[in-house]
Every structure is written in structure tokens, then in C-alpha cells.
């Protein structure tokens, strides 16, 4: 069973700094690896899509790395803004289609 | 193009009462997904379809959750006798691989 761990839990900085929120998860078979982020009360949005096959996957402010052989990804936010405050979820997936959720990074930034 | 639906977005009943979720993907997906998210278990996957037909249902919790996917536009989760501890709040998703899966707004649900 995947098991997939976001560290840290929660995040709280200045506007304007550069955020590192990191996943890790114990099967490295995955098949491609997703990140969203969830705003409180609504569903998921996704942010990007990394191939196994892809070192990196880059989307406007958004930077995702992936080092399937050891288990991690991580997901870079350059130049942080108020409206970034939202919990970003890391999912992998196997050849079967399916997902597997951390916990989340609960991210604040602050005006 | 309209992302994924699902209806009601809050629903509220009694303990013991049936509860319909459903769902309508986003036009062209062949993979539908209902998930489940609870602060103690996080997001869990339910059960998935492939052309509309259930390809695993091994995290479906017990015999009171059911679900279907009449054609390729609807699916709904059924619920039946609803229990407290039930709550949670249901997400569906769509995809047609290798793209991302899209999520719907969930549907809050209390069991009183």
C-alpha cells in the first residue's frame, strides 16, 4: 500500500518568500505524481501533473520536481502571495489509476 | 468547459435515512472516481469506473455504500441505512489518462 507523508504539515511566511513543500512516498512504481492545492470548503484543484519519466514540470509562479528512484517530490512556489494560502496535497499514482492523498501542507501567507 | 458536478452540495439527515450523491464528469472522461475525506482518514478512494463499468470498489467501507454509473455522463453513491459516523465529505473525479484528474466541489454530508 502507498504510504505518502508531506512535510512540513503547516507553513507560515511573509509575502514575498519562496515556498518548499516536500512528499515522500514509499513505492517508487508510481506512474505519474500529482499536486493540488484545496481551498477550505471546496474540492481540489490541480496545479500540476509529473510524469515518471519527467525530473521536473514547471506551471507559471509553480515548480514540481520528481526523484522517483528515491520517493520524493517537491513543489517549489516562487515569490509568495496572500492568495497561496491553501493546503497542497501531493498524490502519486500507480498503474492502476489510482491516487494516493497525504496529508497536505497547510500553507499561510502573510500580507 | 464545465468541470465536474456533483449535487447537493450540503446535505443534512437523520441517522438511518438513505443518501443519494451524484455526480456528472466533465464531457469525454472515461475514468470516474468518488473519494472520501474525513479529518481523521484524510482523502480515501472509494471505488473508480472505466467506461462506465466499477473496475474497484476494494475501498467502498461496507455493504451500505453502493455505487453506479449508468452512462457515461452520471454516477451516483448511495448510502443505505446512513450512519453517523458516515460523515464526511464525498468528492467525485474525472479523468481520461495520461491527464490530470479533475475534482468536483464535494457534497458535505451529516449524519445526525
Known amino acids: 500500500k502507498q504510504e505518502v507523508t508531506q512535510i512540513p504539515a503547516a507553513l507560515s511566511v511573509p509575502e514575498g518568500e519562496n515556498l518548499v513543500l516536500n512528499c515522500s512516498f514509499t513505492?517508487?512504481?508510481?506512474?505519474?505524481l500529482q499536486w493540488f492545492r484545496q481551498d477550505p470548503g471546496k474540492g481540489l484543484t490541480s496545479l500540476l501533473l509529473?510524469?515518471?519519466?519527467?525530473r521536473e514540470q514547471t506551471s507559471g509562479r509553480l515548480n514540481a520536481s520528481l526523484d522517483k528512484s528515491s520517493g520524493r517530490s517537491t513543489l517549489y512556489i516562487a515569490a509568495s502571495q496572500p492568495g497561496d494560502s491553501a493546503t497542497y496535497l501531493c498524490a502519486p499514482r500507480m498503474d492502476d489509476y489510482k491516487l494516493s492523498f497525504g496529508a497536505g501542507t497547510t500553507v499561510t501567507v502573510r500580507a | 468547459d464545465a468541470g465536474v458536478i456533483q449535487s447537493p452540495r450540503h446535505e443534512v439527515t437523520e441517522m438511518g435515512q438513505e443518501v443519494t450523491l451524484r455526480c456528472k464528469p466533465i464531457s469525454g472522461h472515461d475514468y470516474l472516481f468518488w473519494y472520501r475525506q474525513t479529518m481523521m482518514r484524510g482523502l480515501e478512494l472509494l471505488i473508480y469506473?472505466?467506461?462506465?463499468?466499477?473496475?474497484?470498489d476494494s475501498g467502498m467501507p461496507e455493504d451500505r455504500f453502493s455505487a453506479k454509473m449508468p452512462n457515461a455522463s452520471f454516477s451516483t453513491l448511495k448510502i443505505q441505512p446512513s450512519e453517523p459516523r458516515d460523515s464526511a465529505v464525498y468528492f467525485c473525479?474525472?479523468?481520461?489518462?495520461?491527464?490530470?484528474?479533475?475534482f468536483g466541489d464535494g457534497t458535505r454530508l451529516s449524519i445526525l
Open positions: 469506473f472505466n467506461n462506465n463499468v466499477p473496475i474497484d
Open positions: 513505492d517508487s512504481a508510481i506512474y505519474n
Open positions: 473525479a474525472s479523468t481520461s489518462p495520461p491527464r490530470p484528474q479533475h
Open positions: 509529473i510524469q515518471s519519466s519527467q
